[in-house]
């Protein structure tokens, strides 16, 4: 990251030109397990962000249901799907898990990519606006004219973030969102770099941890329970593999399953992918998980918010964009 975050508006659209951000690069060949498809890559890289809400991968990956499907799959650390996304499409990565506004984005700038698995829906509690303890910022409303930090610009936490407060009548032309990696942000806060800061698990509990006190959640009102993050291919990748994506979409949604059923697995699995104390841990908000394919009703929700908050002009058609029988 730069010493100077870049800035934005909430309604200017950058998501193709995002520098790719990765912590090793990790492009294979295609290859073949022993009892994989024939002549399909079968050894995928899955670009994630070290949150909670990628803990289905990482679950697919101990339990083995990647191997059973004759898949070898790793996962490899991104900024977010702005980065994500140009990686995936170049082959870098073969799929990415992202917030949803990173796939809608992609779709309306002719990017061909296809949401195959669901992720995590958004709650009240999981992720929302953090200040300072001593700051005078008190309510929605004295979020006018502020500066707040979010992970990537016109993406799930400003569109949320702006979306959640005009309807609460609050006025967000005023309202410059910078972009900060989530490890970032709570330094950013503390040195009074920025007004505020939108968290998401691990790092809300953590700064909440450090006196951090919590003014807004996005996930609210028009926001509430909405799905938040998703794995997604390039149209290409799910063409020449459809095998493969048959299978890991099967291996992502059994761990899905077991996280529905049981939260609390991700707040074990995630101290081995982050830097999540167990303390930690134990105090997350966990979000919620679903199982089955996805939702394309509730996935079409994102059209709603991202034209009402002008980052989108006319609706993404949901066949085009979610992976058909």
């Not at 807004?216 to 149209?235: C, L, N």
């Amino acid at each position: 990251m730069s010493d100077t975050p870049s800035t934005s508006r909430r309604w200017t659209v950058a998501c193709a030109g995002a520098a790719l951000v990765l912590a090793a690069t990790a492009c294979s060949d295609s290859s073949e397990a022993d009892d994989g498809p024939t002549d399909e890559t079968t050894t995928l890289v899955v670009g994630i962000t070290p949150i909670i809400d990628h803990a289905s991968v990482f679950i697919a990956i101990e339990e083995g249901f990647f191997d059973e499907e004759g898949l070898s799959v790793s996962a490899q650390p991104v900024q977010g799907g702005a980065a994500a996304v140009p990686a995936m499409v170049s082959d870098d990565l073969q799929a990415a898990f992202a917030s949803y506004p990173s796939f809608f984005l992609a779709e309306s700038q002719y990017i061909g990519v296809t949401i195959v698995a669901e992720g995590v829906r958004g709650t009240e509690e999981t992720a929302g606006i953090y200040v300072n303890d001593d700051s005078p910022i008190e309510a929605p409303e004295d979020l006018e004219g502020r500066t707040i930090a979010v992970n990537t610009l016109n993406n799930i936490g400003d569109v949320s973030i702006a979306a959640s407060l005009e309807e609460q009548g609050v006025e967000t032309a005023g309202i410059e969102f910078v972009e900060y990696p989530f490890p970032d942000m709570v330094p950013a806060l503390e040195q009074d770099a920025v007004d505020a800061v939108w968290l998401v698990e691990p790092f809300r509990s953590g700064a909440e941890e450090d006196g951090a006190r919590k003014v807004f959640s996005s996930y609210t009102g028009i926001a509430e329970g909405i799905p938040v993050s998703g794995i997604g291919m390039a149209d290409e990748f799910v063409a020449a593999n459809p095998t493969t994506v048959e299978g890991f979409t099967r291996a992502i949604e059994r761990a899905n399953g077991m996280l529905a059923e049981d939260p609390a697995i991700a707040a074990e699995i995630v101290q081995t992918y982050s830097e999540t104390t167990e303390e930690q841990a134990e105090a997350m908000e966990l979000p919620v998980w679903t199982e089955g394919a996805v939702d394309v009703d509730e996935l079409g929700r994102w059209n709603d918010l991202l034209l009402a908050t002008g980052v989108l002009h006319e609706p993404i058609e949901m066949s085009e964009l979610t992976l058909q029988d």
